[in-house]
């Protein structure tokens, strides 16, 4: 019989649906420490992980070499070593295309968070502070007529611009590679520099890859060129954004604000970002509703089995190792 490290429990459909023993790691509300995962993965023939776990060349190694299959709960696998997976013969998976929407749908809560000052709102009325209706107070952004910049038009970033339609914005993106027509026809959507992007847009969503490409491409002198009157949104990985950076452009009034669903230090958050009332925060929730983490748990328990069986997985990264 196979033997699996899952790294956290998951919903219960998705527990249920793993044929196999398992060592369960259940402990605080942290990650499974370096030292635990490197002990508990010895031995195992697949390992159910996390966004939270780095599967490198030394956990691979205290692994052993019968570990055939790394089934990543996440779509985003900066902390696969992919390449030293192939070169050993090891299986990545993730979990794509399930949690598209909802993941769209968190860039857009925090959009709306930042321009109508939701937040800022809500801190008002729970703090008791007295007020009432005014023609200046917790003024915001209009959306209809303005312009979205999408960094990274994937999946997530199409859906993210199909609703922007829905909110009267004009799309501009910036990607690798231009979309297809049938996919930039319907959204209106007009490829841009990356430069010709931030200096355009009203809001900004990223939704690109932390790649070391990427990582701080939202810094200093990126915020200083953005519009004063524009938010910059992140639901993709925190390091893509320089935190500190950011907090002083928000704060020196260089944005209006900013949405983060990431962090560059996760699960820390940046102290100066924390006191900046232009800034809205949430602690990762983009994939977090029941249904999508359901699917999430379904589609990484079978990228498992069908790694263990010796078959292909559905959601397969690195084919080369089969
Ligand atoms: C992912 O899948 O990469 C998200 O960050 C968590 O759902």
Same mark, same amino acid.
């Given at each position: =019989? ?44 697949? #390992? ?88 200046? =107070? ?59 992007? !931030? ?60 949405? #983060? ?20 925060? !949430? ?14 748990? #379904? ?24």
């Amino acid at each position: =019989m196979a033997e699996v490290l899952v790294t956290r429990r998951l919903v219960d459909d998705a527990m249920a649906a793993l044929d196999c023993e398992y060592d369960l790691w259940e402990g605080p509300p942290t990650a499974i420490p370096r030292g635990e995962f490197l002990r508990r993965a010895k031995g195992k023939d697949g #390992l159910l992980t996390l966004l939270t776990e780095k599967v490198d060349a030394e956990l691979l190694d205290a692994a052993g070499p019968q570990l055939r299959v790394v089934a990543n709960y996440a779509v985003g696998v900066d902390n696969i070593d992919i390449p030293e997976c192939t070169r050993r013969g090891i299986l990545v998976a993730n979990t794509p295309d399930v949690l598209t929407e909802a993941t769209a749908d968190i860039a857009w809560a925090l959009i709306l968070s930042c321009v109508r000052r939701i937040g800022e709102g809500d801190r008002l009325l729970r703090s008791r502070t007295e007020w009432i209706w005014d023609p200046r =107070m917790l003024l915001g952004q209009e959306l209809y007529g303005r312009t979205i910049g999408i960094v990274g038009c994937g999946r997530i970033g199409q859906a993210t611009a199909r609703r922007a339609v829905g909110f009267g914005m004009r799309v501009i993106y910036h990607n690798s590679r231009p979309l297809p027509d049938e996919i930039a026809g319907p959204l209106g959507a007009e490829l841009r520099t990356f430069d010709e992007l !931030v200096a355009e847009s009203d809001v900004i969503s990223i939704h690109c890859p932390l790649t070391p490409a990427t990582r701080h491409l939202f810094n200093a002198s990126v915020f200083a060129r953005m519009k004063p009157s524009a938010v910059l949104v992140n639901t993709s990985r925190g390091p893509v954004v320089d935190e500190k950076a950011l907090a002083e452009a928000v704060r020196a009034g260089e944005i209006f604000g900013a949405g #983060l669903d990431v962090f560059e230090r996760e699960p820390a958050v940046e102290e100066a970002l924390l006191d900046l009332d232009g800034v809205t925060i !949430v602690p990762h929730l983009g994939s977090a509703t029941i249904q999508t983490r359901t699917a999430m748990g #379904l589609l990484a328990v079978e990228n498992l089995q069908a790694g263990l069986r010796g078959e292909r997985p559905r959601a397969l990264l690195n084919p080369e190792a089969l």
